[in-house]
């Protein structure tokens, strides 16, 4: 029997039913997995901002391999400082971004590529993945541009260094590749760890958007990286762009980099010492 009911002109009111309390969602507190070898191939779309300061909000994380080392990054080279004059880039690469290759079907050898390099049997990996990018295998433009930047990475994980930047350093210089812009997050981590194996000029083949894929808390350190090395390069190499100026001015305070940055705006602002490193008068 109901604890009270009453009828009240003509409307059944119920007594004695207590309100549900309001709930509230409870954050998820799972530990996020590790990203894997296999999540090498996948990456956040580039935003469409086209703006040249750098933007304020924090962008998506970029999960690509690889993570920041837990050990203080390694010094610049005096090349890579606003110490030495950087050579410019003539002429200066397209700013088009051309649509990449779809892919096809793989066949049997890049499929079996594919399975010793998820594997982690590097070894293995890089000769079968240099049979795929030769083009012996008959796979088509996309399978070919995902094993070579499959095979940049096996490279790295065999310490050998030249090589896998070799491989990247290509990459790089083609916009249109499929893996164009997973390629800037090792170009990052080569300055952070082997500076030696960098060349600057592969900045000159990625806009700010590119950089700002990276402008989040996980991935600070990675984005203070890289935004001084697209802003190093655009300042000598485009002719002292405002671009990079604004690059420079951007990286965080308390970031290792910060004093690279510092340096190349002090000089700036100082034309009798700046000419021989970068052209002073932007305008």
Avoid at 19 to 24: E, I, L, Y
Avoid at 59 to 77: M, N
Avoid at 144 to 172: G, V, W
Avoid at 193 to 221: C, G, K, S, T
Wanted: hydrophobic share 40%; glycine share 4%; aromatic share 6%.
């Amino acid at each position: 029997m109901p604890r009270c009911a009453a009828l009240v002109l003509g409307a059944l009111v119920a007594c004695g039913t207590a309100t549900p309390a309001a709930t509230s969602a409870v954050p998820s507190t799972t530990a996020r997995t590790p990203p894997t070898s296999s999540a090498i191939d996948t990456a956040p779309p580039i935003a469409s901002s086209t703006a040249t300061n750098a933007p304020t909000p924090p962008a998506p994380a970029v999960t690509s391999e690889p993570a920041t080392p837990a050990r203080p990054l390694a010094p610049l080279p005096a090349s890579m400082t606003c110490d030495v004059a950087l050579r410019p880039i003539a002429p200066a690469p397209s700013r088009t971004r051309l649509a990449p290759p779809s892919t096809g079907q793989m066949t049997d050898a890049c499929a079996r590529a594919v399975r010793v390099y998820n594997a982690e049997k590097w070894s293995e990996a890089v000769a079968a993945l240099r049979e795929v990018v030769s083009g012996r295998t008959g796979d088509d433009v996309g399978n070919r541009q995902i094993a070579e930047y499959r095979l940049a990475t096996a490279l790295y994980r065999l310490d050998r260094f030249a090589e896998s930047y070799a491989t990247f350093h290509a990459i790089a210089q083609k916009r249109q590749h499929i893996k164009h812009a997973e390629t800037l997050l090792w170009l990052a981590k080569y300055a952070m760890a082997h500076p030696e194996n960098v060349d600057l000029a592969d900045l000159a083949y990625y806009d700010i958007e590119d950089v700002m894929r990276f402008h989040n808390a996980e991935q600070r350190e990675v984005f203070g990286v890289a935004l001084y090395l697209f802003g190093r390069e655009r300042v000598a190499a485009r002719g002292g762009l405002k671009e990079g100026q604004d690059a420079l001015a951007g990286v965080p305070a308390d970031h290792p980099y910060a004093q690279y940055a510092g340096r190349c705006l002090a000089l700036w602002a100082t034309p009798t010492a700046c000419a021989p490193y970068m052209t002073c008068n932007p305008h």
